[in-house]
């Protein structure tokens, strides 16, 4: 018997924006590293938006922060699945 833990994958089941979707199957390692960048990204964006009275970077970090909210929702069910 052995006690390695289990590998989590993306459900692949999450839709953002009407138009894109994660995919299955992806290794969380992988999805965790996606989203350090997602969210690297909108907090660069945010104090631009903040800064600069810059509404595009608000726009943007709004979109990204969708796609990170489905990444995270998506993860979660294939936590679920697999426990």
């Given amino acids: 018997m052995t006690d390695q833990p289990?590998?989590?994958h993306t459900?692949?089941?999450?839709?953002?924006?009407?138009?894109?979707s994660i995919q299955p199957g992806i290794p969380f390692e992988h999805a965790f590293g996606e989203l350090s960048v997602?969210?690297?990204c909108i907090r660069h964006l945010t104090c631009e938006a903040e800064?600069?009275?810059?509404l595009i970077?608000?726009?943007?970090a709004r979109i990204l922060s969708a796609m990170?909210?489905?990444?995270?929702?998506?993860m979660e069910i294939g936590m679920n699945r697999s426990t």
């Avoid at 459900?11 to 894109?20: I, N, Q, S």
């Avoid at 800064?51 to 810059?54: C, F, I, P, Q, T």
């Avoid at 990170?68 to 998506?74: G, V």
Wanted: hydrophobic share 40%.
């Fill in 57 to 60: 970077a608000g726009s943007s």
């Fill in 11 to 20: 459900a692949g089941v999450t839709t953002y924006m009407e138009l894109y």
């Fill in 68 to 74: 990170a909210k489905a990444l995270i929702y998506d």
């Fill in 38 to 40: 997602l969210l690297g």
């Fill in 51 to 54: 800064m600069e009275s810059d």
């Fill in 6 to 8: 289990r590998q989590h």
